[in-house]
């Protein structure tokens, strides 16, 4: 089962890795708004949401599960994916 990110961890992924997104940029914040239902984005998205690239995917995985602010912005959806995990 793959993990659920905000629309704010992509957008701290583009902004923290300008080299490794280049002009992507734009696309990749409109597909995650796309692809978000009131902003949760389900894991499984993330490699289409970052066009295909499987390099990024890795990349945003790595920095997500690791960096101690996209941690603290994902803080509240663990959370919620714990809590269901309950019922």
């Known amino acids: 089962m793959f993990a659920k990110y905000v629309v704010a961890n992509l957008e701290k992924f583009v902004r923290d890795n300008p080299d490794m997104v280049g002009n992507q940029a734009a696309a990749i914040l409109k597909r995650a708004q796309a692809h978000s239902k ?18 990024l995917f890795c990349e945003f ?15 509240p959806m ?3 994916t714990q809590a269901a995990h309950l019922l």
Do not use: K, M, T
């Open 38 to 55: 009131d902003d949760i984005i389900p894991g499984e998205a993330i490699e289409e949401i970052l066009g295909g690239n499987h390099a």
């Open 61 to 75: 995985l790595q920095q997500a599960g690791s960096d101690q602010e996209h941690l603290r912005i994902n803080r």
């Open 78 to 80: 663990a959370a919620v």
